[in-house]
């Protein structure tokens, strides 16, 4: 499957924005799809997942009520709905497919097979 990043921006404190994952060339609703991020000079970190089949979400707890993870099948796209944003969200943010994720290594970088190009998200303080 391919990923098709978009959304990302530079929005001040306290802004929005929404970032889109199309895909093709898979069955979407068989995948989980998670976001990740990379801030400069740190490991990919989790954000937040939509777990295959049931589209069950899960989040990191610095997220948590400000950030929203959905999905619709139809259109073969994720979207990450970023509110209340802060100056420690900056990072490039990548989506994540996989097929055969155990649900102990969602938040595990290493076990996706399939990865986005990414988006800069910036927010200015």
């Known amino acids: 499957v391919q990923l098709q990043a978009s959304g990302g921006g530079l929005v001040q404190a306290g802004g929005s924005l929404r970032l889109s994952c199309v895909a093709s060339?898979?069955?979407?609703?068989?995948?989980?799809m998670t976001w990740f991020r990379q801030a400069p000079g740190k490991e990919r970190e989790f954000v937040a997942s939509?777990?295959?089949?049931?589209?069950?979400?899960y989040y990191a707890n610095s997220v948590k009520g400000r950030f929203t993870i959905s999905r619709e099948n139809a259109k073969n796209t994720l979207y990450l709905q970023m509110n209340a944003l802060e100056p420690e969200d900056t990072a490039v943010y990548y989506c994540?497919?996989?097929?055969?994720?155990?649900?102990?290594?969602?938040?595990?970088?290493?076990?996706?097979?399939?990865w986005g190009q990414g988006t800069q998200v910036t927010v200015s303080s």
């Open positions: 060339g898979g069955t979407f609703s068989g995948y989980t």
């Open positions: 994540a497919a996989d097929r055969g994720l155990i649900f102990s290594s969602m938040a595990n970088a290493n076990q996706y097979d399939y």
């Open positions: 939509s777990w295959r089949s049931t589209g069950r979400t």
